[in-house]
């Protein structure tokens, strides 16, 4: 039992990513970024990890995640509000809950990290509203429903591993306005 809570406890930096992003969440079909921003974390690594005391933050803001284990290759939400995100996308996604401050991501782009109770970065992404921008026009993940997903969730944190959810290629759209939301809890249609 010793040697199993060791392992639990361990969280190696590069287990964990942060593998989706809903920094701007679209204001007509979703609701308002108070309360319908959301990450999504991935656990690539062999073992079982306890997010317990795990920080998530922002430039300005920080909030420390709950008991929570995730398994191998299982995803959890971070949201803002798990109430309004379970309104919008049904109870069954698996939601971390926390304490602090949500990180209220910047729509012009921020920094998010991923760190250890004791400070310690697992996971760093410096993203901006252009990742994504498809030849002039604005990226469907800054406030049309889109997230920023990321593509190879082995791979980097750097702009060329990351696109918008392809739920926007093929959205459904309901007087005027386009309806996707990402793939919370779930894998990333981009991924590879
Ligand atoms: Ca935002
Ligand atoms: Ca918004
Ligand atoms: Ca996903």
């Known amino acids: 039992m010793m040697l ?19 920094y701007n969440p679209d204001g007509t079909t979703m609701g308002p970024d108070e ?13 079982t990890v306890d997010l317990d005391g795990m920080i998530l933050s922002d430039s300005s803001n920080q ?9 191998p ?3 959890v939400v971070v949201a803002a509000s798990s109430g309004a995100f ?3 996308y049904g109870p069954d996604i698996p939601i971390v809950e926390w304490n602090g401050d949500w990180t209220k991501l910047r729509n012009s782009g921020d920094q998010i990290s991923l760190s250890t ?18 030849n002039g026009s604005g ?3 800054d406030g049309d429903g889109s997230t920023l997903e990321r593509i190879d969730l082995l791979g980097g944190t750097e702009e ?29 249609s981009r991924w590879r």
């Open 4 to 22: 199993l809570a060791v392992l639990i406890l361990t969280a190696l930096p590069g287990d964990l990513v942060i593998s989706e992003i809903m």
């Open 35 to 47: 309360l319908l921003e959301w990450v999504e974390l991935y656990n690539a690594g062999d073992e």
């Open 63 to 71: 909030l420390v995640l709950d008991d929570y284990l995730i398994q």
């Open 73 to 75: 290759g299982e995803y």
């Open 86 to 88: 379970m309104d919008l």
């Open 117 to 134: 109770s004791d400070g310690t970065i697992i996971e760093s992404v410096i993203f901006s509203d252009g990742w994504g921008r498809d």
């Open 139 to 141: 990226s469907p993940a």
């Open 160 to 188: 060329s591993n990351w696109a918008p959810s392809e739920d926007w290629d093929h959205r459904i759209v309901t007087a005027g306005n386009p309806l996707c939301w990402g793939t919370p809890g779930a894998r990333n």
